[in-house]
């Protein structure tokens, strides 16, 4: 499919789910490049994308020792629900001693106010939304 016909398709999907766009192509490019200059290692995240209905990777539930995609998985930004970032990576130092967990949660946090991001902390991750649902007040 190619790449006009495929956004159209998201876009009809975002219409009728009545999705609100929360992120913008500026705003993901902001928070992509500041990640991949500023911090020591991109973070690994959880991707929901508009058009599929479970989510990448499929469990996400304790720290891991892969880094995060930050160009092609977030790509294409329009077709980005949301992500659910994990700003820790556990690090093996050998078979004798204890991984070592290095978080840069903070440093990952300054990165969400300096460019203005919306987000909230839930748990031990910190959630990135392209769309929400709408609600009734």
């Given at each position: 499919?190619?790449?006009d016909?495929y956004?159209a398709?998201?876009m009809n999907?975002?219409?009728?789910r009545q999705l609100t766009?929360i992120?913008?192509?500026t705003?993901?490019?902001?928070?992509?490049?500041?990640?991949?200059?500023?911090?020591p290692?991109?973070p690994p995240?959880?991707?929901k994308?508009v058009?599929v209905?479970?989510t990448?990777?499929n469990?996400f539930e304790?720290d891991v020792?892969?880094?995060?995609d930050?160009?092609?998985?977030?790509?294409?930004?329009?077709?980005?629900?949301?992500?659910?970032?994990?700003?820790?990576?556990?690090v093996?130092?050998?078979?004798l001693?204890s991984?070592?967990?290095?978080d840069?949660?903070?440093e990952?946090?300054?990165?969400?106010?300096e460019y203005s991001i919306?987000?909230?902390?839930?748990?031990?991750?910190i959630?990135?939304?392209?769309?929400?649902?709408?609600?009734d007040?």
């Open positions: 499919m190619d790449r016909r956004k398709k998201v999907a975002v219409k009728e766009s992120m913008n192509k705003k993901w490019k902001e928070l992509q490049t500041a990640v991949l200059k500023i911090l290692f991109p995240f959880q991707a994308y058009l209905e479970s990448s990777p469990e304790e020792w892969y880094v995060g930050w160009v092609e998985g977030l790509m294409p930004f329009y077709d980005v629900e949301w992500i659910r970032v994990r700003p820790r990576r556990i093996n130092i050998g078979r001693i991984p070592e967990v290095i840069i949660t903070e990952f946090i300054g990165i969400l106010k919306p987000y909230h902390c839930s748990s031990d991750s959630y990135i939304y392209g769309y929400t649902a709408q609600t007040k």
